[in-house]
């Protein structure tokens, strides 16, 4: 199912210290403690995030539009409110790290161009051309990555894909936003949860409640006959 495996044991000591503060409250007044529960949480949404991600790919390969189409639905509803989970974190986002690129520069504005570019080029896409191996290789889990590059990368193969392109055109258009996305891109803005926890919480709950073997997806061909 992807990166985002993990064994059974683990699985269960992310759940459980996702839900830890419930009966010891105290917990919530510790700062490595939320810390440890947005990096669980988000830990246990991406799993279904992959599993959906993989769901759309054999979706398409089966030429099911519609069942690519409700995954795809989840997914945009998850990987945004992983991202909004992970504005939370104290280290895990685009934009302390742009930030920190920008002091680098100091009142050089030419160099904070430069340094923010290349702040985004090592998260990313690591080399210009599509051939080079070491693409994603620096990918991150970061608030702001999720939502201003992730999501929009997979928005464009599922556009291109709902829209019969062929997978050369698609690839090429998708290494155009993130060559466009490195040279020059604003962050969006994001809300944060007034509660991380309980948003923490929610995100695993919603994660969870995405039941993809409750569909059954009749053959229509069948049905026509």
Same mark, same amino acid.
């Given at each position: 199912?992807? !990166?985002?495996?993990?064994s059974p044991?683990?699985? &269960?000591?992310c759940?459980?210290?996702v839900?830890?503060s419930?009966t010891t409250?105290?917990?919530?007044?510790?700062?490595?403690?939320?810390?440890d529960?947005?990096?669980?949480?988000c830990?246990l949404?991406?799993?279904?995030?992959?599993?959906?991600?993989? +769901?759309?790919? &054999?979706?398409?390969?089966? %030429?099911?539009?519609?069942?690519?189409?409700?995954?795809?639905?989840?997914?945009?509803?998850l990987?945004?409110?992983?991202?909004?989970?992970?504005?939370?974190?104290?280290?895990f986002?685009?934009?302390?790290?742009?930030?920190?690129?920008?002091?680098m520069?100091?009142? %050089?504005?030419e160099l904070?161009?430069h340094?923010?570019e290349? +702040?985004?080029?090592?998260?990313?896409?690591?080399?210009?051309e599509?051939?080079?191996?070491? !693409?994603?290789?620096?990918?991150?889990?970061?608030g +702001?990555?999720?939502?201003?590059?992730?999501?929009?990368?997979?928005?464009?193969w599922? !556009? +291109?894909?709902?829209?019969d392109?062929?997978?050369n055109?698609?690839?090429?258009?998708?290494h155009?936003?993130?060559?466009?996305? /490195?040279?020059d891109?604003e962050?969006?803005r994001s809300? /944060?949860?007034?509660d991380i926890?309980?948003?923490?919480r &929610?995100?695993?709950n919603f994660?969870?409640s995405i039941?993809?073997s %409750?569909? &059954?997806?009749?053959d229509?061909?069948?049905?026509?006959?």
């Amino acid at each position: 199912n992807g !990166n985002a495996n993990l064994s059974p044991e683990l699985e &269960d000591s992310c759940r459980y210290w996702v839900v830890a503060s419930v009966t010891t409250p105290e917990l919530e007044k510790s700062e490595l403690y939320i810390a440890d529960v947005i990096e669980a949480s988000c830990h246990l949404a991406g799993i279904k995030l992959e599993k959906l991600c993989k +769901g759309m790919i &054999d979706a398409f390969n089966e %030429n099911v539009k519609s069942k690519a189409s409700l995954y795809f639905s989840y997914f945009t509803s998850l990987i945004q409110m992983m991202d909004c989970v992970l504005e939370a974190h104290k280290h895990f986002r685009l934009e302390e790290w742009l930030e920190y690129a920008e002091k680098m520069a100091d009142k %050089n504005h030419e160099l904070k161009r430069h340094y923010i570019e290349g +702040g985004r080029y090592l998260l990313t896409v690591w080399a210009e051309e599509a051939t080079i191996r070491l !693409n994603d290789y620096a990918a991150r889990l970061w608030g +702001g990555l999720l939502r201003d590059y992730y999501f929009h990368r997979w928005e464009i193969w599922y !556009n +291109g894909k709902m829209q019969d392109k062929d997978d050369n055109t698609i690839s090429n258009e998708v290494h155009k936003f993130e060559n466009a996305w /490195v040279a020059d891109s604003e962050l969006s803005r994001s809300p /944060v949860p007034k509660d991380i926890v309980k948003a923490c919480r &929610d995100l695993v709950n919603f994660a969870d409640s995405i039941d993809l073997s %409750n569909w &059954d997806w009749p053959d229509l061909k069948k049905n026509k006959k």
